[in-house]
């Protein structure tokens, strides 16, 4: 594994254009030779650990090579764009090893290009539409061509008179036409569901049940996506039931809301908001030293750092964000009034009570720090462990009474029912059952968003670069935790410290794999999810 990772490097780093036949090809070769290497291995001989790394490590290869397959398939729909693909690649390929260039030939060539390519933008024009995947696979080998020119202009420029006298005006020109044909490409993009604004500005790309499905066989959750929106509703009702407790105790009766609003309007002053998180923090870290739930490294508790987030970040992530750095979000001078109001509500102490120690200690700033340290050569990251181990730890600290007030107790039920939305409307949203508004409307109605934050939420679920699972990750992750929870530390196996260094030393991998390591249960060679964590 740690040489897989070297050699992926290595040719990551050598073959650095993207979406090229020649790159995507060496990448199936190298995934096919680590598959040879792994099927030499005597299995049955493996202790349980290097069984779960197995196991695992294949699944990766596997992944990958569907990936491949994937872009070569779209790839092969696309070409028909470009035709002169092969003529820049080769430009690209003799300068990887310093050969002079022809400086007048390839003025030529790249003049030559640039007329084919204008006649192509015109055919592209009068085209109604590409599916999604399409659009943006042609764009992606638009960059990559126009990144195969600049690498060999870059190269060859200031040290050859005659590419300096030929070159750049050929080169300019069909640098620019290059952006342009990708942006249009961009703009010709049709998702799978049939999807126009719907006046929230957001069009993502909803990739329907099936492949929900095929994406969570992979995570390791043996669910469906109807199931899953089911555990949602289950937990959403004891968090309805636990709300009404604590508006009654606020004098609120039954209207949560209400009470809630009261809740928001307990923001900080400008400028006050590090010090309120650091409070914040204090009491959190304190509280798990109290328990003694974990082990928590001085140098960890000494090295995490603070920033303040940009407003236009803010856009997609309305809340605090955390690792080793702990980005808050909070108003600044640029921000139109409103903007201001509903980002200082939706930060307010109480609401962050519950996410203090889901960014920073033992959250994921522990995870990243441990992850540095043990077993790093497991490269199986997945949001099920990285933010289902945060997400458990607002739940543990719930169970353990950490939240001292109904106040308290409102701003952990937030993010609760935040967790519990987020499965429902983003798996609704992949099934074409609704639209980036009804997401926004059910954010706001349901869980009593602002509306801003609402929006943002929504933007950075579709259209900031997160995976279709990853909002269901949070609550699903957390659960499975729980549930192993239960088998070692309920049972009396293990102390709550044991456990969770336990889980850290194993590093980032599915949950269901944590559990086999944890109870000493080997996973079949051609191993297969059925862990049923949650009962329905």
């Given at each position: 594994m740690v040489h897989y990772s070297a050699d992926l490097g290595t040719l990551s780093r050598f073959y650095a254009i993207r979406n090229t036949p020649e790159r995507r090809e060496r990448m199936e070769r190298l995934q096919q030779a680590y598959l040879q290497k792994l099927a030499a291995?005597?299995?049955?001989?493996?202790?349980?650990?290097?069984?779960?790394?197995?196991?695992?490590?294949?699944?990766?290869?596997?992944?990958?090579?569907?990936?491949?397959?994937?872009?070569?398939?779209?790839?092969?729909?696309v070409e028909k764009w470009f035709p002169f693909a092969a003529k820049i690649y080769d430009i690209e390929r003799l300068r990887r090893r310093g050969t002079a260039p022809d400086a007048e030939k390839t003025a030529a060539t790249l003049n030559s290009i640039a007329k084919e390519l204008q006649q192509q933008k015109a055919n592209l024009q009068k085209e109604n539409g590409?599916?999604?995947?399409?659009?943006?696979?042609?764009?992606?080998?638009?960059?990559?061509?126009?990144?195969?020119?600049?690498?060999?202009?870059?190269?060859?420029?200031?040290?050859?008179?005659?590419?300096?006298?030929?070159?750049p005006a050929p080169y300019k020109q069909l640098d620019s036409l290059l952006n342009d044909y990708a942006a249009q490409f961009t703009g010709k993009g049709k998702s799978a569901v049939s999807q126009q604004d719907d006046g929230s500005g957001i069009i993502g790309n909803p990739i329907g049940r099936e492949e929900i499905i095929r994406q969570l066989q992979q995570e390791m959750i043996p669910y469906?996506?109807?199931?899953?929106?089911?555990?949602?509703?289950?937990?959403?009702?004891?968090?309805?039931?636990?709300?009404?407790?604590?508006?009654?105790?606020?004098?609120?009766?039954?209207?949560?809301?209400?009470?809630q609003e009261?809740?928001?309007?307990?923001?900080?002053?400008?400028?006050?908001?590090?010090?309120?998180?650091?409070?914040?923090?204090?009491?959190?870290?304190?509280?798990?030293?109290?328990?003694?739930?974990?082990?928590?490294?001085?140098l960890a508790e000494e090295t995490w750092r603070m920033s303040m987030m940009s407003p236009e970040r803010q856009r997609v992530a309305p809340f605090f964000l955390g690792g080793e750095e702990f980005i808050i979000a909070y108003p600044t001078n640029t921000m139109s009034h409103d903007d201001k109001m509903m980002s200082m509500r939706g930060n307010n102490p109480h609401?962050?009570?519950?996410?203090?120690?889901?960014?920073?200690?033992?959250?994921?700033?522990?995870?990243?720090?441990?992850?540095?340290?043990?077993?790093?050569?497991?490269?199986?990251?997945?949001?099920?462990?990285?933010?289902?181990?945060?997400?458990?730890?607002?739940?543990?600290?719930?169970?353990?009474?950490?939240?001292?007030?109904?106040?308290?107790r409102?701003?952990?039920?937030?993010?609760?029912?935040?967790?519990?939305?987020?499965i429902i409307f983003s798996l609704s949203y992949h099934t074409g059952k609704w639209t980036p508004q009804q997401c926004i409307d059910f954010l706001?109605?349901?869980?009593?968003?602002?509306?801003?934050?609402?929006?943002?939420?929504?933007?950075?679920?579709?259209?900031?670069?997160?995976?279709?699972?990853?909002?269901?990750?949070?609550?699903?992750?957390?659960?499975?935790?729980?549930?192993?929870?239960?088998?070692?530390?309920?049972?009396?196996?293990?102390?709550?410290?044991?456990?969770?260094?336990?889980?850290?030393?194993?590093?980032?991998?599915?949950?269901?794999?944590?559990?086999?390591?944890?109870?000493?249960?080997?996973?079949g060679k051609d191993f297969t999810s059925k862990w049923r964590f949650y009962k329905l």
């Open positions: 291995l005597d299995f049955g001989k493996l202790p349980v650990g290097a069984k779960v790394d197995y196991v695992l490590f294949k699944r990766n290869l596997d992944a990958e090579l569907y990936r491949l397959r994937e872009e070569k398939d779209e790839y092969a729909q590409l599916p999604l995947p399409l659009s943006r696979r042609a764009a992606g080998v638009a960059k990559g061509l126009q990144a195969s020119l600049k690498s060999a202009f870059d190269f060859y420029t200031g040290y050859d008179p005659l590419f300096n006298w030929w070159v469906t996506p109807e199931e899953l929106i089911d555990i949602a509703n289950r937990e959403f009702a004891w968090c309805d039931a636990e709300m009404l407790k604590a508006s009654r105790e606020m004098g609120f009766g039954d209207n949560w809301k209400a009470a009261k809740v928001k309007n307990t923001y900080v002053p400008p400028a006050r908001q590090p010090q309120a998180m650091m409070k914040l923090y204090n009491e959190s870290v304190a509280f798990l030293k109290q328990h003694n739930l974990i082990t928590l490294p001085e609401f962050s009570r519950a996410t203090v120690h889901h960014e920073l200690l033992a959250g994921h700033a522990l995870q990243q720090f441990m992850n540095d340290r043990y077993r790093a050569y497991r490269n199986f990251g997945t949001p099920f462990w990285t933010e289902g181990w945060a997400l458990y730890w607002e739940r543990l600290l719930w169970d353990l009474k950490f939240p001292n007030s109904p106040e308290d409102i701003g952990m039920l937030f993010w609760r029912m935040h967790r519990c939305a987020r706001v109605d349901r869980v009593n968003h602002e509306r801003a934050n609402a929006e943002g939420e929504v933007r950075r679920s579709f259209t900031g670069g997160y995976g279709p699972l990853y909002q269901v990750a949070y609550m699903i992750g957390g659960l499975q935790f729980e549930a192993l929870k239960k088998e070692l530390v309920d049972s009396g196996k293990m102390s709550y410290r044991q456990f969770h260094d336990a889980i850290l030393h194993e590093n980032a991998m599915p949950v269901e794999m944590v559990r086999a390591i944890l109870l000493n249960q080997p996973p």
